[in-house]
């Protein structure tokens, strides 16, 4: 491209001034016509129309369609408080994150070669799951007999036996002849975490004097995990997971200054776990809006800024993984590490797609290794340095985040702290009230799981034992965050579904009495049959076009039991009625209609709808009662 030499020289490129200007209100009116002509009725939103696109999320933070440069908002540099942008000047080192693998197996020797070939194949650290969730703790020495110790943190968790798992973890450290100033990884104690799985008290203050005791002689070693974890993977918020962040933080820091450590040691020591999701924007607001609480927490404790950078490991989620389809749990995953990583966390943990069937194979396990190698290696993730940031959709969500995080660490602290508000009940009756929210969502598949509730595949039978989110078995005390998994009530269904199909042979099916031309119909059968499908139920016929009566008799042969109309409103106006009427006197015990509502609901011999948003969980399970399947 030519320029002109003064234009050159002043480095100006006056691209944009050979266009005219675009304001706000010409988009908004462009916007209003655009929703006109869909039928959307704008009314008194004409000059605000992104009020209409707009959407609230489970944090209570609305999503606009819009954002422009027009908040103010400053989120610093990397590197400086308040870290938003990171906790390094330089961002996350050149080579990448930390990639570190989990192992929960509670055979020593199958996790001593899991744990080489991990090592062997790009993963820089082991996340060790010990005791009943995973490797006995007299088993910690022959998992970890192939790994050079001296070059490979560990992490520890062991729940709450993590007193005899650290003196053996230490031992093995001290037989490969690691000096204790060498030795590098975190210990793991987080009595908080085990309280909010278990829903037993958490004894905050021993752990803390166990962590004093070793702190002086292991001066790299990581002591205490803030594991926000178990909120997510409870169906909580991520404000809820922020707050929790926060508010675990505090009491630990609380703990070890009463147990001896200096403030700004023990700020050192904590390392922060929080999900990844396959919502990759909520994830980098989330991480960058945790970095800003704790800068923030730490700040008002009295520490200089060189000492209050948070360390993030982040974990892509329990939650999001499905036992159905796990393949697709590959795509769901790679979501939540690129979020991960743009965010800057400085571990990450990629979760084997079929974490949700039990343990681990080799295979999942080298595509959770490949995925971070992908993202690193080919894809040059680390090599920007907060590649978010500037972004007025990010910045916006990161302080949204952070204010309604922030309201939540008030709340539990006004309450007495995360060990009242565990032992009270209140944090569990809040998460549970979020939890209820994204459960009626999930049910009425706004928010879609695909594999699941969305294209399902009926070839596919369940491959193996569910298993509980992290390996962790599912709590029964009162006061104790259960796990769930956003395609739990769907697979459920399938599991029905399925234990039907292997008992008689066949699956409970719906006929799909389509009438008109396939222009008036497909769009409502395919709907339809996407729908059953979700439930384990296999969708018939769906090709009939003369009318009625050829629908209701290849109704009557295919030996369904439950019909479902599809067609267009002019037909079901003219045909819905006569037409159920006809499919009951052929055996039909149901007879349901693709569609609306108000497309035919009043139709006598019509029992429901099957609809864009309709009660889609409820709806199969009702249909499985009428069918018999136990």
Same mark, same amino acid.
């Given at each position: 491209?030519?320029?002109?030499?003064?234009e050159a020289?002043?480095?100006?490129?006056?691209l944009?001034?050979?266009?005219?200007e @675009?304001t706000?209100?010409?988009?908004?009116?462009?916007?209003?016509?655009?929703?006109a002509?869909?039928?959307?009725?704008?009314?008194?939103?004409?000059?605000?129309?992104?009020?209409?696109?707009?959407?609230?999320?489970?944090?209570?933070v609305?999503?606009?369609p819009?954002?422009?440069?027009?908040?103010?908002l400053?989120?610093?540099?990397?590197?400086?408080?308040?870290?938003?942008r990171?906790?390094?000047?330089?961002?996350?080192?050149?080579a990448?994150?930390?990639?570190?693998?989990?192992h929960?197996?509670?055979?020593?020797?199958?996790?001593?070669?899991?744990?080489?070939?991990?090592?062997?194949?790009?993963?820089?650290?082991?996340?060790?799951?010990?005791?009943?969730?995973?490797?006995?703790?007299?088993?910690?020495?022959e998992?970890?007999?192939?790994?050079r110790?001296?070059?490979?943190?560990?992490?520890?968790d062991?729940?709450?036996?993590?007193?005899?798992?650290?003196?053996?973890?230490?031992? $093995?450290?001290?037989?490969?002849? *690691?000096?204790?100033?060498?030795v590098?990884?975190?210990?793991?104690?987080?009595?908080?975490g085990?309280?909010?799985?278990?829903?037993?008290?958490?004894?905050?203050?021993?752990?803390?004097?166990?962590?004093?005791?070793?702190?002086?002689?292991?001066?790299?070693?990581?002591?205490v995990?803030?594991?926000?974890?178990?909120?997510?993977?409870?169906?909580?918020?991520?404000?809820?997971?922020?707050?929790?962040?926060?508010?675990?933080?505090?009491?630990?820091?609380?703990?070890?200054?009463?147990?001896?450590?200096?403030?700004?040691e023990?700020?050192?020591?904590?390392?922060?776990?929080?999900?990844?999701?396959?919502?990759?924007?909520?994830?980098?607001?989330?991480?960058?809006?945790?970095?800003?609480?704790?800068?923030? $927490?730490?700040?008002?404790?009295?520490?200089?800024?060189?000492?209050?950078?948070?360390?993030?490991?982040a974990?892509?989620?329990?939650?999001?993984t499905?036992?159905r389809?796990a393949?697709?749990?590959?795509?769901?995953?790679?979501?939540a590490?690129?979020?991960?990583?743009?965010?800057?966390?400085?571990? $990450?943990?990629?979760?084997p797609?079929?974490?949700?069937?039990?343990?681990?194979?080799d295979?999942?396990r080298? *595509?959770?290794?490949?995925?971070?190698?992908?993202l690193?290696?080919?894809?040059?993730?680390?090599?920007?340095?907060?590649?978010?940031?500037?972004?007025?959709?990010?910045?916006?969500?990161?302080?949204?985040?952070?204010?309604?995080?922030?309201?939540?660490?008030?709340?539990?602290?006004?309450?007495?702290g995360?060990v009242?508000?565990?032992?009270?009940?209140?944090?569990?009756?809040?998460?549970?009230?979020?939890?209820?929210?994204?459960r009626?969502?999930?049910?009425?598949?706004?928010?879609?799981?695909?594999?699941?509730s969305?294209?399902?595949?009926?070839?596919?039978?369940?491959?193996?034992?569910p298993?509980?989110?992290?390996?962790v078995?599912?709590?029964?005390?009162?006061?104790?965050?259960?796990?769930?998994?956003?395609a739990?009530?769907?697979?459920a269904?399938r599991d029905? @579904?399925?234990?039907?199909?292997?008992?008689?042979?066949?699956?409970?099916?719906?006929f799909?009495?389509?009438?008109?031309?396939a222009?008036?119909?497909?769009?409502?059968?395919?709907?339809a049959?996407?729908?059953?499908?979700?439930?384990?139920?296999?969708?018939?016929g769906?090709?009939?076009?003369?009318?009625?009566?050829?629908?209701?008799?290849e109704?009557?042969?295919?030996?369904?039991r439950?019909?479902?109309?599809?067609?267009?409103?002019?037909?079901?106006?003219?045909?819905?009625?006569?037409a159920?009427?006809?499919?009951?006197?052929a055996?039909?015990?149901?007879?349901?209609?693709?569609?609306?509502?108000?497309?035919?609901?009043d139709?006598e011999?019509?029992?429901?709808?099957?609809?864009?948003?309709?009660?889609?969980a409820?709806?199969?399970?009702?249909?499985?009662?009428?069918l018999?399947?136990?």
């Amino acid at each position: 491209m030519n320029m002109p030499e003064s234009e050159a020289e002043s480095g100006r490129f006056p691209l944009a001034s050979e266009f005219p200007e @675009a304001t706000l209100d010409q988009w908004r009116e462009l916007v209003a016509g655009v929703l006109a002509d869909s039928g959307t009725r704008v009314g008194d939103a004409v000059s605000a129309p992104e009020k209409l696109l707009a959407s609230d999320t489970y944090e209570g933070v609305t999503l606009s369609p819009l954002y422009v440069a027009d908040d103010g908002l400053d989120s610093g540099l990397p590197g400086l408080a308040p870290f938003t942008r990171g906790a390094r000047p330089e961002g996350v080192p050149a080579a990448g994150w930390d990639v570190r693998q989990q192992h929960a197996d509670s055979d020593p020797a199958r996790t001593r070669s899991a744990a080489r070939s991990d090592l062997e194949n790009g993963v820089s650290s082991l996340w060790l799951v010990t005791g009943e969730a995973g490797v006995p703790v007299a088993g910690i020495a022959e998992a970890l007999a192939d790994v050079r110790l001296d070059r490979t943190p560990v992490a520890l968790d062991a729940g709450s036996d993590y007193e005899p798992a650290c003196e053996a973890l230490l031992a $093995v450290w001290a037989d490969q002849g *690691v000096p204790p100033e060498e030795v590098r990884g975190t210990l793991g104690i987080d009595p908080v975490g085990v309280a909010a799985r278990g829903g037993e008290p958490a004894e905050v203050a021993p752990a803390a004097r166990l962590a004093a005791r070793y702190a002086a002689r292991y001066p790299r070693l990581g002591l205490v995990t803030v594991d926000a974890t178990p909120v997510h993977e409870a169906g909580g918020s991520h404000t809820q997971e922020l707050g929790v962040a926060a508010a675990t933080g505090v009491a630990y820091l609380r703990a070890l200054t009463d147990a001896g450590m200096e403030l700004a040691e023990a700020a050192r020591r904590l390392e922060f776990r929080f999900s990844a999701t396959v919502d990759q924007f909520m994830t980098i607001a989330k991480l960058r809006a945790a970095r800003a609480m704790w800068n923030r $927490v730490t700040e008002a404790c009295g520490l200089a800024p060189e000492n209050r950078a948070m360390r993030q490991h982040a974990v892509t989620s329990a939650a999001m993984t499905t036992r159905r389809d796990a393949h697709v749990n590959i795509v769901r995953a790679t979501l939540a590490c690129f979020g991960a990583g743009v965010a800057g966390a400085d571990t $990450v943990t990629v979760r084997p797609f079929d974490s949700a069937l039990g343990l681990p194979d080799d295979f999942s396990r080298r *595509v959770a290794r490949n995925t971070q190698a992908l993202l690193v290696d080919e894809a040059h993730l680390a090599r920007v340095i907060d590649p978010a940031g500037g972004s007025f959709f990010v910045e916006r969500l990161t302080a949204d985040l952070y204010d309604r995080g922030w309201e939540f660490l008030r709340e539990i602290e006004g309450v007495g702290g995360i060990v009242a508000a565990l032992s009270s009940g209140m944090l569990v009756e809040r998460v549970n009230g979020t939890w209820e929210r994204r459960r009626g969502h999930l049910d009425h598949r706004r928010d879609p799981v695909i594999g699941v509730s969305e294209y399902p595949d009926l070839d596919q039978l369940d491959e193996g034992q569910p298993a509980a989110p992290g390996g962790v078995p599912a709590p029964s005390a009162p006061n104790a965050l259960t796990p769930h998994r956003y395609a739990e009530d769907f697979e459920a269904l399938r599991d029905r @579904a399925d234990a039907h199909l292997l008992a008689t042979g066949a699956r409970p099916a719906v006929f799909l009495a389509t009438l008109g031309p396939a222009s008036a119909h497909s769009a409502r059968a395919a709907f339809a049959a996407n729908l059953v499908r979700a439930g384990g139920i296999a969708p018939l016929g769906g090709d009939t076009r003369a009318g009625v009566d050829e629908a209701v008799a290849e109704f009557a042969e295919s030996g369904a039991r439950v019909a479902c109309l599809c067609a267009s409103d002019e037909l079901y106006a003219e045909h819905a009625g006569a037409a159920a009427r006809a499919l009951r006197e052929a055996g039909a015990e149901r007879v349901l209609l693709a569609g609306s509502p108000s497309t035919g609901i009043d139709a006598e011999g019509v029992d429901t709808c099957l609809y864009d948003g309709c009660d889609a969980a409820g709806l199969l399970e009702e249909l499985l009662d009428a069918l018999g399947v136990a």
